[in-house]
């Protein structure tokens, strides 16, 4: 099938139904985690993402564009407004009706843009880990929002990766938005046995460290990350599992001196990877 060539003002390609077969994978891929693995498919909404995507090859498979928002970007002189000549005519372009956006759209005001993107092909832990590298571990994170910020977080300071066990998926919708397109640009590395996770960074000599709210373990401003290091960031509501804060060479925390008993878990994240990146040389 030719893609990319296809004439607005016809009706095969200017989708009004709700029940078209594109518009219904595009929401199966949306809503179902089990649909995404499957087909190894995710999906973005937004103008900043979906450029963002753009910028890797072979990632973005079809582009779903509103009739607003392309009346919009043919009346616009703006550079950052998305225009349809510059998509790589290996994409396929559907245009769909405001309403269909609308009913797509997993935000409060859509911009009228989204896409179907190839998962790329995941790498191994031990083909990412290097014995200088800077990594966070979240292990057993459960809010979406809480990883896509962590990923942005990431993005900015230059972590080396950030790897994942027993926590959310990355390709949640939520955590993708979340991300503001960090999870194009950061590694992500997922090994579900926590056990074999420590041991892959301990064979890298790689220095673990669990990240605790007990006021008693070393203080984050007495701790040093010269060389490679992990730290493990844990469930929002439950901490690290004992198991692994055992298992860990050090546990330390953030101090704290108001009444909070703990931090939100992509705040303490952040605070760990700055001070983590202020030591990398």
Known sequence: MQKNNYNYQDQNFYITSKENP???HYRKLRDHKKARKTERLFVIEGLRIVRDALQYPDLVEQILITEKFRTQAQNSDSPEVFK???ISKKIQILYISDAVGNDLSDTEHAQGIFAVCRMPVQKSIPEILRPEGKYLVLCNLQDPGNLGMILRTCD???M???????SCELYNPKTIRSAMGSALRVSVVDEPDAGKLL???RKQNITNYASVPAKNALSLTDCHFQSGCAVWIGNEGNGLPESIITLCDDAVTIPMRGGAESFNAAMAAGIFAWEIMKTKS
Not at 160 to 166: E, I, K, Q, R, S
Request: proline letters at 5%.
């Open 156 to 158: 900015a300071l230059g």
């Open 199 to 201: 041991q892959l960074l």
């Open 84 to 86: 349809i000549p510059e």
């Open 160 to 166: 080396d990766a950030v790897l994942t066990t027993g």
């Open 22 to 24: 594109a518009i219904r």
